[in-house]
């Protein structure tokens, strides 16, 4: 799965990988066994990995004298963009999103908790962006959040061991 991973990454928008995201492979490697060992370790991914979101999310840490106005449009700062870059970055949100209601889902929370949670965090991130230079700051990181918890109720059925 990581090595697909790597391998896909890189024909998209012409992009190499950094050293970064090959350390994060290495450390995830571990993170990887000891979870498929001790299954009960569920909160700490999802405390981790919600540190991920609020660090990469509120980067870089400097604050503009004046915040830049909240889109409330979808897309509106990723179509006059390059297309391939914006959706890199949705395809990244959605994964980020999706573990980590797929974790808390794992740890026993109610749906609609859940995936409330989760588009609040992502709601709250994009206001948080408004202070940073360079990022822009829009509604559009909540639908990736809400179109894979709705994934994730369609498919809870689903996931019950058949009888024998």
């Known amino acids: 799965m990581m090595l697909t991973t ?36 569920d909160s700490l991914l999802a405390a981790a990995l919600l540190g991920v979101i609020l660090a990469e999310g509120l ?23 390059h297309w391939g870059i914006g959706l890199q970055a949705m395809l990244l949100k959605t994964f980020r999103h999706g573990v980590l209601l797929w974790l808390l889902l794992r740890l026993g929370w109610r749906w609609m908790v ?7 965090l992502a709601a709250a991130v994009s206001f948080g962006q408004t202070w ?10 909540t ?10 109720l369609a498919l809870r059925g689903t996931a019950r061991p058949q009888p024998a």
């Open 6 to 41: 790597l391998v896909a990454a890189v024909p998209l928008v012409d992009r190499w990988l950094s050293p970064t995201e090959l350390l994060a492979v290495v450390a995830a490697l571990p993170a990887w066994l000891v979870r498929r060992r001790r299954p009960g370790r």
């Open 59 to 81: 980067a870089p840490y400097q604050l503009l004298a004046e915040p830049r106005p909240f889109g409330w449009v979808h897309f509106r700062n990723v179509i006059p963009g």
């Open 114 to 120: 859940t995936a409330s949670a989760v588009m609040g």
């Open 132 to 141: 940073p230079p360079g990022r822009s700051a829009d509604v559009t990181d």
């Open 143 to 152: 639908l990736p959040a809400a179109v894979v918890a709705l994934i994730l």
